[in-house]
């Protein structure tokens, strides 16, 4: 069977269609909220997560164990940003203080420079689970900035936001070659 080196597919693509594929720049996106758009911000992470694996011994296979996916954690997510007069991140995080448990969905669109999303991620029940104020320092000039960290029970990459970038690289071959 022969082996297909990583990142052919991409080179023989641009060599067919003529088409750069380059990655996503991450400096232009936004967050909704149950579909509002909550504010810029300046930092988004925690967009990760991990398969835990159970390692299981099999009867006449010495030299190695089978694994096996046992289930996918999530990290919190932290949304960072300059604060303002509108304080509904501290808001949510108060009551959720007073366990009143206010779960909401959320998208994170990266977005192209013209502003048109490229990609998304949705992100099933976050509730804020703590909330950091302003670092604040007199011999600065510095924004002050909150950071809200978000529980949440997922985070999936939206089937649409895969087509979406598919059609995009249609799009871009079908413009090269007119």
Known sequence: MPVIPFGAPVQI?????????????????????????????????????????????????????????????????VLSRGMTDLDMFYGWFLQV??????????????LDDRSAPITWWDVANAMPIRWDGPTLNSTT???????ITLAHEGVSRAGAARLLGAVRSGVSAAQSVL
């Not at 810029?40 to 398969?51: I, K, R």
């Not at 006449?60 to 164990?65: A, E, L, Q, V």
């Not at 000039?141 to 950071?147: D, G, M, Q, S, T």
Request: charged share 25%.
């Open 97 to 110: 203080q007073q366990l009143i448990a206010v779960k909401k969905s959320l998208t994170i669109y990266l």
């Open 141 to 147: 000039n510095a924004v002050a900035v909150e950071k």
């Open 13 to 77: 693509a641009k060599r067919v269609t003529g088409v750069r594929v380059d990655p996503y720049m991450a400096y232009n996106f936004h967050v909704e909220a149950d579909g509002l758009v909550i504010g810029g911000f300046t930092d988004v992470s925690g967009l990760t997560q991990e398969v835990e694996i159970k390692r299981q011994a099999v009867g006449g296979r010495n030299d190695s164990d089978v694994i096996l996916p046992v289930k996918t954690k999530q990290t919190d997510l």
